[in-house]
């Protein structure tokens, strides 16, 4: 059974340029979760998504955007790179809105 | 205040040590608490759940106590896999609040 699968692992951009994160959720599981990993910080949440919805939301601007799809994979999108998103971006599924959340091993984006 | 607090860390500890990890966090209204352990450069995974009335799986014991907002972990004897980052989490309805984590390095 594999769990939740990120992708690209690492991948390196420059300022004002725009990524996209994909998220393959565990078997099963309905809802997923996105959150932003600064150097030495906990981390921190972006966003859940739950049957295509946007349900919750952290404390980040417009440029963090996300969608999720049918077969509840997800992406997360992010406009207008600056320095400062550099960062470990984890995506994590559960079985439901309240359920535990499973981890994938992140993409490490780098903005120069 | 930030949401989840915790020691700064690092701790450095030799083998067999017993080490306590101390976390604060300021939403009353916060539902279920957990610590979770995290590798270098790889993802949380959690470790356990914190319960009201305390909680102990092997080496690890977890207690909560809701009136002071306050979370802590204990390890004995520490081994040297035991090594990593150690996150006090607290959920709300259906999010995570992560504090900063406090490093462990235990040596032989």
């Known amino acids: 059974d594999a769990g939740v699968t990120q992708s690209p692992t690492h991948l390196i951009k420059t300022r004002g340029q725009q990524v996209t994160l994909r998220c393959s959720p565990k078997?099963?599981?309905?809802?997923v979760s996105w959150y932003q990993q600064a150097l030495g910080q906990g981390p921190q949440f972006i966003f859940q998504?739950?049957?295509?919805?946007?349900?919750q939301r952290g404390n980040f601007p417009d440029r963090f955007s996300g969608h999720q799809f049918p077969n509840y994979s997800s992406e997360l999108n992010v406009n207008a790179l600056l320095l400062g998103d550099s960062a470990l971006y984890l995506c994590?599924?559960?079985?439901?809105?309240?359920?535990?959340?499973?981890f994938g091993e992140g993409s490490r984006l780098t903005v120069l | 205040r930030k949401e989840v607090e915790q020691d700064p860390g690092p701790f450095n500890v030799p083998e067999g040590a017993t080490v306590a990890f101390n976390c604060t966090y300021s939403?009353?209204?916060?539902?279920?608490f957990f610590w979770y352990r995290q590798d270098c450069r790889k993802e949380p995974k959690l470790l356990m759940s914190?319960?009201?009335s305390g909680n102990e799986d092997g080496r690890f014991t977890a207690q909560l106590n809701r009136a002071s907002q306050y979370i802590s972990l204990l390890i004995r004897d520490s081994k040297l896999s035991d090594s990593a980052t150690y996150l006090c989490v607290v959920k709300g309805y259906s999010t995570l609040t992560f504090g900063k984590g406090t490093m462990l390095l235990v040596s032989p």
């Open positions: 914190v319960y009201s």
């Open positions: 939403n009353s209204a916060s539902q279920s």
């Open positions: 994590a599924s559960s079985p439901a809105e309240n359920g535990e959340l499973f």
């Open positions: 998504y739950y049957e295509e919805e946007e349900r």
């Open positions: 078997s099963g599981h309905d809802t």
